[in-house]
């Protein structure tokens, strides 16, 4: 079955940085969109960072010039590097992805969520 697994979340002192990470596994053939999420308490998910499979990058305009999301396709994997994190930034943030697989032909997966808090 397919998986994704996150890593990268943690505790960070305003004006740090963190560097998420997600992989996916399973019979995957083709990844058509990755992205990363985030959902403080209190509120929606929000869309934080989406990449396409032909490269281009989508960003919430509170994380436009901070944040930077990549992809590497043989991995499988999509990565948001968080630099100058503010209070705010505070949710847990979950990866989406949209894929083909064996099985289930075109199909949205999410990861576990991790937590990012920011203190000020």
């Known amino acids: 079955q397919v998986q994704l697994v996150e890593s990268g979340g943690g505790l960070v002192q305003a004006g740090g940085s963190l560097r998420l990470s997600c992989a996916a596994s399973g019979n995957i053939l083709s990844i058509n969109t990755m992205a990363w999420y985030r959902q403080a308490p209190g509120k929606q998910r929000e869309l934080v960072a989406a990449?396409?499979?032909?490269?281009?990058?989508n960003y919430a305009d509170s994380v436009k010039g901070r944040f930077t999301v990549s992809r590497d396709n043989a991995k499988i994997a999509v990565y948001l590097q968080m630099n100058n994190l503010k209070p705010e930034d505070t949710a847990v943030y979950y990866c989406f992805v949209n894929l083909v697989s064996r099985e289930y032909n075109v199909q949205n997966y999410w990861g576990q969520g991790t937590q990012v808090t920011v203190s000020s």
């Open positions: 990449i396409t499979n032909g490269g281009s990058t």
